[in-house]
């Protein structure tokens, strides 16, 4: 790879010190590198247009926490592009390295020491009044939670066409191996090694004292039925994309779950491993 483009989080790097770090590593590697235009939206939340990456480019250096990696993979969808992410944030689990680290890291990218992992990633169909509107794949998880005044949902959750569980609570995450490290784990859902082909349910508060995490495979459908309110109103739940792309869903309505059929491209360096990184960080998290 010859080609970089960098994508900074403007508010984690307000200096531009460790862009320009970066840019100064690479240059001296004889790279060819650029820096993306961040662009603002009316909420205050920054992404990156497709357009502004060179069509040269090779390889995308994102700075910043798992929600910028997100974000980036979001905003580059459709380019294919290798992404490379350093962390400035706190766990960081999509990223491949830390600041620290950076001199080796990059040392090792132009030595040929990497490899370039396809993520899977989630395919997104809301079903609602015999309609079905598609939503953005999921790099991370599909999560599916009460809105408005309704304090507990109920959902039901099948699989293949069979019903697995209802569920009532505050709703049910849906989450790739790549999203397993995110808000499912912090619901109490297992970590999955990221080069797993699988899909991981996991009911947010459920009130129940034997609802678990379900782990199914990438080649299974789940579909996600929000189920009548004793409570009366017009939207029950809200169905959100990574954080990101949502939608408002009433009662039957229903989310369609498998596995997509674009993936994200996500450099990994050679010599470490996935649960390496785990202890590391997670014993660092305490």
Do not use: W
């Not at 080609?3 to 690479?26: E, P, Q, Y």
């Not at 989630?122 to 304090?151: H, M, P, W, Y």
């Not at 989450?175 to 090694?193: F, M, R």
């Amino acid at each position: 790879m010859e080609r970089f483009c960098i994508i900074t989080n403007r508010d984690k790097d307000k200096s531009m010190a460790v862009t320009k770090r970066i840019a100064g590593l690479l240059r001296a590697g004889g790279k060819q590198v650029c820096l993306a235009d961040v662009h603002y939206r009316k909420d205050g939340s920054c992404y990156t247009r497709a357009e502004d990456v060179p069509k040269e480019t090779e390889c995308v250096v994102v700075l910043g926490g798992d929600g910028t990696l997100l974000q980036a993979a979001h905003d580059l969808s459709g380019r294919e592009l290798p992404i490379f992410g350093i962390n400035l944030g706190t766990l960081g689990f999509l990223a491949e390295t830390e600041v620290t680290e950076l001199e080796g890291a990059f040392a090792k990218l132009f030595a040929g020491q990497y490899e370039i992992r396809e993520q899977m990633m989630l395919s997104v169909k809301v079903c609602a009044g015999g309609q079905e509107r598609e939503l953005s794949d999921a790099l991370n998880d599909l999560v599916i939670t009460r809105c408005g005044f309704s304090r507990v949902i109920g959902v039901g959750v099948s699989i293949n066409g069979e019903l697995v569980n209802d569920y009532r609570g505050d709703g049910v995450i849906i989450a790739t191996p790549s999203g397993s490290t995110g808000y499912s784990l912090s619901a109490g859902g297992p970590i999955v090694s990221p080069s797993s082909n699988m899909m991981v349910i996991t009911p947010i508060c459920p009130h129940s004292l034997n609802a678990r995490s379900i782990v199914v495979s990438d080649t299974d459908t789940v579909m996600v039925t929000v189920r009548t309110s004793k409570k009366t109103q017009t939207e029950e739940a809200i169905a959100t994309v990574d954080g990101r792309d949502s939608v408002n869903l009433c009662a039957e309505d229903c989310v369609k779950v498998c596995r997509a059929v674009r993936t994200t491209k996500l450099v990994r360096l050679s010599g470490g491993s996935f649960y390496q990184m785990l202890g590391t960080k997670l014993n660092g998290s305490t």
